[in-house]
């Protein structure tokens, strides 16, 4: 874990020469990374521009796109054909030539806690329980900050009567999950291989900017060194696993920007 860690834009020069040659596969986030933080899950949009580098990016090398949100959700919001879409944590996986779901004898268990989690919710004004097909979020950002212990002790109550399921959290929310060793960054290096990205060749770069996120900069630091390269997107230094930083979504889609361009130029 490290507290500071360079710019992937302002050391443009130093992160591609850190590239080695191998040829980037991209893999993003999208709350938070390219979408700014809004209120509500369907207010986070991302920008047309940042749109469209990822389409340019996606001519270049292959790109992918892993997030906490539900796959169609993600596949929706992103609007590029031909990527990857990894959604509900890496559980669930589509591609041009592939299909994976990880979990599926756990979704009556996320059924179940969804229905305890939404009867006992109601009552709390500005809770957002938020079901995804292998996950269930349950956002804090409306709720009246009295109300937010009640809302963790109903979060925590569901988890520990159900051992199936796991509990981990982000940005105002908490999220049940099947209680399996899966995680984005178990359903990143599955997808390496999967695409045959997985030789010395290629080097997986992964930009997010939440605790989930962590999974993936640990799997990519644990391929060794300098095999994968992580990039955490924060307005504040924080610890992370991932080796690179970048400010915020509009300077995350900047440096795309500047990649697609290193890359055009061969
Ligand atoms: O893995 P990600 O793509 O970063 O998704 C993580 C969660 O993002 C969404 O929630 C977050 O963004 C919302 C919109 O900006 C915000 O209102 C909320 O407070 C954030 O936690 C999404 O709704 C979740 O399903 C994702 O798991």
């Not at 054909?81 to 041009?96: E, M, T």
């Amino acid at each position: 874990m490290t507290f500071s860690t360079p710019s992937a834009f302002a050391d443009f020069d130093a992160f591609t020469a850190a590239l080695a040659g191998r040829n980037p596969a991209l893999f993003l986030d999208y709350d938070g990374t390219l979408a700014a933080i809004a209120p509500r899950p369907e207010l986070a949009v991302m920008p047309e521009q940042a749109r469209a580098v990822v389409r340019r990016l996606s001519a270049l090398c292959p790109v992918a796109f892993v997030s906490g949100r539900d796959l169609d959700d993600l596949a929706g919001m992103v609007a590029v054909d031909g990527l990857v879409y990894a959604g509900s944590h890496g559980f669930d996986l589509r591609g041009p030539d592939l299909r994976r779901q990880v979990g599926v004898e756990y979704l009556p268990d996320l059924d179940d806690a969804e229905r305890h989690l939404r009867g006992h919710l109601d009552g709390i004004a500005g809770t957002l329980v938020e079901r995804k097909r292998f996950a269930i979020a349950i956002h804090t950002r409306q709720v009246a900050p009295p109300d937010k212990p009640a809302v963790a002790d109903a979060v925590r109550e569901a988890v520990e009567t159900r051992p199936r399921l796991r509990m981990t959290g982000g940005k105002e929310l908490f999220e049940l999950r099947p209680n399996l060793p899966w995680d984005k960054g178990r359903a990143v290096l599955a997808l390496l291989e999967a695409l045959g990205l997985d030789g010395t060749g290629t080097v997986p770069i992964y930009l997010g900017d939440d605790e989930t996120d962590e999974d993936a900069f640990r799997a990519l630091a644990g391929l060794g060194p300098a095999a994968g390269i992580g990039i955490r997107v924060m307005e504040t230094p924080a610890p992370t696993a991932a080796g690179w930083s970048l400010h915020d979504p509009d300077q995350a889609a900047a440096f795309l920007g500047r990649l697609a361009d290193w890359l055009a130029a061969g």
